[in-house]
């Protein structure tokens, strides 16, 4: 595949924003073409090569580039400025994001200023590590550590090279120079040992004062604030124009159409919003927050969105075309650089988690083929050691002396690999993503694979292991409320919608795994077992129907087991799983797990195991690793290798990989730490493991309430699931929506369905139908809450419905001649005063509807069952008689028109409802425009034809709904958005 940028420089020009290729440490030079993003966001190659010229009095050296984020009129560079090895898969590192560095594309002044409080970060960060700036050198990848190095004893090669500590240039290791010449000629140049040898810094800040230079920490008192105070002198000067040093860094002559320094925009082109901008702090805070927290990972060379069997290296397809866009976290805003072509500098990342672990197993006795693991020791390891009733070796009593054990007659080096990717599908944060959405994807999907290798990941010699399991949500449509400690489950959806949703979920995963066993965790009691019902349920109806479609008797059925992890595991008991483990036997005896051998796969894994319990973290924790252990522990059988890694204590590595893998997927989805992990971890279940729950649990509560709001909107933002539109929506609500779930065919099924249940004559065709917001009572502008309900017109009538969305029924209509309506004006609808959203009189606007009542005959009439298909004559129904009262009336208010959906996610299809109009205003004119074209016409009671105005008149304005808005609801909101915001 072409290779990645490993190293960039990355410094301000008059026109935009540099992104010069260098080559990492004893590497030659790079190959790739710089490219240039200007003050717009517009990324294209430099057709001028400016590293002889090196005009930028600035630079930041990063690792890779994530994207761009888009806020409003601001565009962002994300890039990689710390980065952590963590692994290493076939020789290729695996990298941990630890720091990122957001540069703005607003003007050369902004971005050299970006880049050196970002430069100044580094420094004391390095500092704060105890490393000099020679030690933290971005090194090289064939020059990385390795995880394995301490299996691997080499003597080092010694160098051939030097390189100056000031110019950076390398040359040949000069053996005979005179210690006259390096004193005198180059001044002591050489003080990298000395360096090294007296202290971290040594002579380096006198040896400047000599030269004529500032000390590091004089010179950072007294650098203004966009020149790099880390930066010598000299470079300083060299970074002018050779011909007007005083002059602007070189433009590029082919440029089409250069900016000049009084035309460079300090934001894009586009409609300002002062809500966005206001929040623009706090949506880059949390962006480097999301970026830097350890939860994204990448590789140069290794695709880590796909399982080692499923690798392409003879492949000419650049690395990000090769990713699996389920997996592939930073596609979206990375995509401008994919549309310029400059595929050396998509880096795609995962999020999940990567971690490696060396181990050996040394053979005591061959004949009864015992073993003793060696691996790295920690506190943990020692003292379960301590503990353990069957110590290495027993002392004789007689000599009072130590009998050590026996020699190994030979072993074997073997490497651990866990790998976990988290889906962006229906990608989000505990009680805000649950269930299932629409495309069948459930929230918190997770596949984790474990790797069983050797250090050198020779297939010839060795064969590899890989073995992989799946998390997710119930694939149900269901909430949670985070404001309690124990959510009760809300569901929603009927039994159809259900039923669709769930059969697109195991669909979907059994084509990529083939069989399926699902094993859910939920207990059979109390607030969970409402859900477990429903999954049990549906997963029966889908064997009924044929299950899943995939060839094979056993792919094409769903294997179902309800465990109640719970009572089962009850008293701190959670060796119990072993029940589990049995039932699931025959299921890993049938899909086995991959082997590769001589490079080609010799069996690959036939089906999956998805796991889950209500937020799929704790006890899908402690039920995958088991699950984990048990196909090890086969797998070095098969290569006449035992292990026993429930009971001996040297392998609580194992655990603590594992425990690790499941609390970064818990601080992904929950914002901490899994619970149970002691057991994970020590495989034991203690009080003060309980204790450190209960702690967890009221932290996650905290997140649930206050923090998750604004990172899921950040999320679904990211991932161009919503426009930026979304962060004015939470600062109007203080919530997120949903926009993995398309409420457009939500809405437009709940028109169809409530056209089919009150239309009771057949000839009376629907013309159209509208979900608004209204009042929950009638002959009311404003109530305490509002809710949504369904408006439809025939050429008869207007039927005024209200619904249970959650159990998608009829709760109430009302039926209203077209002859019977007086009047319509339509006009401002501010029902609320609190955010500059709800002031907005674009968009906060509705409708009032008069019309009389019948003397005859019901007025409104009441369904006391759910109604999922079929009319109302054959409903059982209240009804409400008319009152004496002449007239009445109805007030709707227009909702959002999905505007923060991007038109990439929304994209019709032959499926998708008809477009709605683009505004709010829009919206309530065609209605208004409709329902006076269709009732014009109609005779009333006097014979005469009736001849009804649309009127503009404001609902709400602002003075009166400043009026309504009382001191405690404006003192709420202050306080609310104190805390959230």
């Keep these: 595949m072409p290779g990645l940028v490993r190293k960039l420089l990355i410094f301000a020009a008059v026109d935009g924003l540099i992104l010069q290729p260098a080559p990492p440490r004893n590497h030659p030079p790079a190959t ?22 090196d005009t930028a009095p600035v630079s930041l050296e990063a690792h890779g580039v994530i994207g761009l984020l888009k806020v409003a009129t601001s565009v962002f560079l994300v890039s990689i400025c710390g980065r952590e090895q963590v692994a290493q898969i076939h020789g290729k590192p695996v990298y941990k994001i630890t720091d990122v560095v957001l540069i703005p594309l607003a003007s050369q002044a902004e971005a050299d200023k970006a880049i050196v409080s970002a430069r100044e970060h580094v420094t004391r960060r390095k500092e704060a590590e105890g490393l000099g700036e020679d030690d933290y050198e971005s090194e090289s990848d064939d020059e990385a550590p390795s995880v394995t190095d301490s299996l691997v004893e080499e003597s080092p090669a010694p160098p051939t090279e030097v390189k100056d500590p000031l110019t950076g240039q390398r040359r040949s290791l000069q053996r005979k120079t005179s210690i006259a010449e390096d004193v005198m000629q180059h001044k002591g140049l050489y003080g990298r040992f000395a360096d090294m040898w007296f202290s971290k810094k040594g002579w380096k800040d006198d040896k400047r004062r000599a030269q004529g230079l500032s000390s590091e920490n004089e010179q950072r008192k007294t650098a203004p604030k966009n020149v790099d105070s880390t930066m010598p002198k000299e470079e300083d000067e060299t970074r002018k124009s050779p011909v007007k040093p005083d002059a602007l860094p070189v433009e590029d002559e082919d440029v089409r159409e250069p900016v000049s320094p009084e035309e460079i925009p300090k934001a894009l082109e586009g409609q300002r919003d002062s809500t966005t901008d206001a929040l623009l702090p706090k949506i880059l805070r949390t962006t480097k927050m999301y970026f830097a927290s350890g939860s994204f990972f990448f590789s140069y060379e290794y695709d880590l969105s796909r399982g080692i069997g499923q690798q392409e290296p003879s492949s000419s397809l650049p690395l990000h075309k090769q990713y699996d866009p389920l997996y592939f976290w930073n596609q979206h805003i990375v995509s401008p650089f994919v549309d310029a072509g400059q595929h050396s500098f998509v880096l795609p990342v995962i999020q999940g988690f990567v971690g490696q672990r060396p181990f050996s197993i040394k053979v005591v006795n061959t004949a009864s083929n015992s073993v003793v693991i060696d691996s790295e020791s920690t506190p943990d390891d020692v003292e379960l050691q301590s503990l353990n009733k ?51 994807s459930t929230a918190n999907t997770v596949e984790t694979e474990q790797i069983l290798s050797s250090p050198t990941w020779n297939t010839t010699q060795d064969t590899i292991f890989s073995f992989t399991q799946l998390r997710g949500s119930i694939p149900l449509f269901f909430s949670q409320s985070p404001y309690s400690l124990k959510p009760q489950v809300a569901t929603w959806g009927s039994t159809e919608t259900n039923a669709k949703a769930f059969k697109r979920h195991f669909t979907d995963i059994s084509s990529r795994y083939g069989a399926i066993y699902s094993a859910s965790l939920v207990d059979k009691h109390g607030t969970e077992a409402r859900i477990g019902e429903l999954y049990e349920r549906h997963a029966r109806i889908l064997n009924e129907n044929g299950g899943m479609g995939a060839k094979g008797a056993m792919a094409g059925k769903l294997n179902f087991e309800w465990f109640d992890f719970h009572n089962v595991c009850r008293g701190m008991r959670f060796e119990n799983v072993s029940k589990l483990m049995d039932m699931l036997g025959p299921f890993f005896k049938e899909t086995s797990w991959t082997e590769i051998s001589n490079d080609q796969i010799l069996h690959e894994q036939s089906g999956v195991l998805r796991t889950n319990c209500m937020d799929c973290l704790d006890r899908t924790n402690v039920v995958q690793s088991a699950c984990a252990r048990t196909a090890l522990e086969a797998q070095l059988s098969a290569g006449s290798y035992s292990i026993d890694l429930q009971n001996d204590p040297s392998t609580s590595w194992f655990n603590t990989l594992w425990a690790d893998n499941g609390d970064a997927i818990s601080r992904q989805y929950a914002g901490t730490a899994a619970l149970k992990g002691d057991f994970t971890r020590t495989r034991k279940r203690q009080i003060t493991g309980a204790l450190t729950d209960f702690g967890l649990t009221l932290t996650r509560y905290y997140n649930n309430i206050v923090n998750d709001y604004f990172t899921q909107a950040l ?24 926009y993995f779930i398309d409420l457009r065919k939500v809405r437009q099924a709940a028109i169809d369905r409530s056209a089919r249940i009150v239309i009771e004559d057949k000839e009376e065709d629907l013309i159209q139908g509208w979900t608004l917001s209204v009042p929950t009572q009638a002959n009311h502008l404003k109530t305490a809450t509002f809710e949504e309900a369904v408006l439809l017109l025939t050429e008869k009538a207007l039927y005024f419905c209200r619904l249970d969305w959650g159990t998608e029924k009829v709760r109430e209509f009302e039926r209203i001649q077209l002859e019977n309506v007086e009047g319509i004006f339509r006009g401002v609808y501010i029902t609320s005063t609190l955010a500059q959203r709800h002031m907005d009189e674009e968009k906060n606007v509705g409708f009032v509807l008069r019309y009389r009542t019948e003397q005859t005959g019901e007025l409104v009439r009441r369904n006391t069952r759910s109604l999922e298909s079929g009319d109302a004559s054959s409903a059982k129904a209240s009804k409400v008689k008319p009152t004496p009262d002449t007239g009445r009336f109805l007030a709707f208010k227009a909702l959002p028109p999905q505007s923060s959906i991007p038109p990439s996610a929304s994209e019709s299809t032959s499926t998708s409802p008809p477009a709605t109009p683009d505004n709010e205003v829009e919206v309530v004119r065609n209605i208004c425009d409709e329902i006076v074209r269709v009732a014009n016409g109609k005779k009333g009671d006097d014979g005469q034809e009736k001849e009804l105005k649309g009127e503009e008149k404001d609902v709400i304005g602002a003075r009166d709904a400043k009026k309504s808005t009382g001191y405690l609801e404006q003192l709420g909101y202050s306080l609310k958005k104190m805390v959230w915001t």
């Design 390 to 440: 069957k110590p290495d070796f027993e002392s004789d009593s007689d000599t009072n002396t130590v009998t050590p054990p026996p020699e190994p007659s030979n072993g074997k080096d073997f490497l651990l690999t866990l790998v976990s990717r988290r889906s962006t599908k229906r990608a989000g944060l505990r009680y805000l993503r649950r269930g299932v959405d629409d495309e069948g």
């Design 32 to 53: 790739q073409q710089a490219i240039k993003i200007d003050y717009r966001g517009n990324v294209a190659p430099l057709l001028k090569d400016r590293r002889e010229e």
């Design 715 to 738: 999320i679904d933002y990211l991932l161009g699931r919503a426009t930026d539109s979304i962060f004015v929506e939470f600062e109007a609500d203080m919530k997120s929506s949903d």
